[in-house]
């Protein structure tokens, strides 16, 4: 793919849209240590275009973050916290039970709640969880930032570096340092449901 069609497939990113989107994947890239141009080769994304999505000059598309993902092993929630704020006093933002942005992975089904508002401090999100076995994960998820976690309903164990597994079942909540290796299984019937809050 050139950098001329992959550009056609960007819009630019206003001084209020712009996310940590760039920053995690210029920090997923190095600790794979690739260059620009193999990051590019491996998600098909022109190495100009990857530049300036990693510098923030651009914001990227659903698919172009998708690739992303899967050639650099990002976790979603860490590509969708919003850096810095508006400076606009009494911002609100609404999403009807059901309607939030769905973001799948092999493990988990994320929906986004309240997408709308940019630079935000931290991101809600409904997911289920997908995964019954820590196999299932080709890494540990890690990225910036603090987490809060609540049981909507079924049962899961939370795996992380440095702490034994933890059950969690519905009404149990868990915060915990996002930069530390996790990951969470569903052990129920029916796949738990969590709503989780990324916190930059």
Avoid at 66 to 90: H, M, N, W, Y
């Amino acid at each position: 793919m050139s950098d001329e069609q992959s550009n056609d497939n960007q819009r630019p990113a206003g001084e209020d849209a712009r996310t940590s989107i760039g920053p995690a994947i210029r920090q997923a890239r190095r600790a794979k240590g690739w260059t620009l141009e193999e990051a590019g080769r491996a998600a098909g994304v022109g190495r100009s275009t990857l530049s300036k999505i990693e510098n923030s000059q651009t914001q990227p598309t659903f698919e172009t973050v998708r690739r992303l993902t899967e050639a650099l092993d990002i976790s979603t929630p860490q590509l969708f916290l919003q850096s810095g704020r508006s400076g606009v006093a009494g911002r609100r933002d609404f999403t009807p039970k059901g309607q939030g942005e769905v973001k799948e992975t092999p493990t988990y089904i994320h929906e986004l709640l309240c997408s709308d508002l940019t630079s935000k401090r931290m991101v809600p999100y409904i997911t289920r969880i997908k995964a019954r076995d820590i196999s299932e994960f080709d890494n540990w998820i890690r990225h910036d930032g603090e987490e809060f976690m609540y049981v909507i309903s079924g049962e899961l164990v939370f795996v992380s570096e440095h702490y034994r597994p933890t059950t969690l079942k519905a009404g149990d909540s868990l915060y915990y340092d996002s930069g530390m290796g996790h990951g969470c299984i569903s052990t129920s019937d029916e796949d738990a449901m969590v709503l989780w809050v990324s916190l930059e």
